[in-house]
């Protein structure tokens, strides 16, 4: 049972869109690493392409490109994902998740490479745009 939370980011727009796939269609992203192409066919998005640029595990963990394999780690560096800079070439030690997607893992981060037809935000994201935020009227004592 692997559900994930796929975050869709759209480098263009600077927008990210976040949906749920459940688990036949889960899957399929088992085992592909980040940096790996996926096919929009798999999430229903039939002509866009997306990139794995990263994710986290069910306790909050964030998976970084250089560890190998699907278990946690803990790693010593100097910068990058899931750390905080302290000062300039201080050392951390800290627990992060590997590079490979297995069936623990909750959030999957997507990047657009190629565009499809069907909008991402859906009939939403049209009808926000033409409206305007109602302004409440304020009563005034008198």
Do not use: C, W
Request: glycine share 12%; net charge positive; hydrophobic share 30%.
């Amino acid at each position: 049972m692997a559900d994930f939370k796929v975050v869709l980011n759209d480098p263009k727009t600077g927008k990210s869109y976040q949906r749920e796939i459940k688990d036949p269609i889960s899957r399929k992203f088992i085992g592909l690493k980040i940096g790996d192409m996926v096919k929009g066919e798999i999430i229903d998005l039939t002509g866009y392409e997306f990139q794995i640029t990263g994710g986290s595990d069910y306790a909050g963990f964030p998976m970084r490109k250089d560890v190998e394999g699907s278990a946690r780690k803990k790693i010593l560096a100097v910068q990058g994902v899931g750390l905080k800079k302290k000062a300039k070439g201080i050392k951390q030690r800290k627990l992060v998740a590997g590079n490979t997607i297995h069936a623990k893992i909750a959030q999957i981060n997507l990047k657009i490479m190629e565009e499809g037809k069907q909008p991402l935000g859906g009939e939403k994201a049209e009808e926000k745009k033409g409206e305007k935020p109602k302004e409440e009227k304020k009563e005034t004592k008198t």
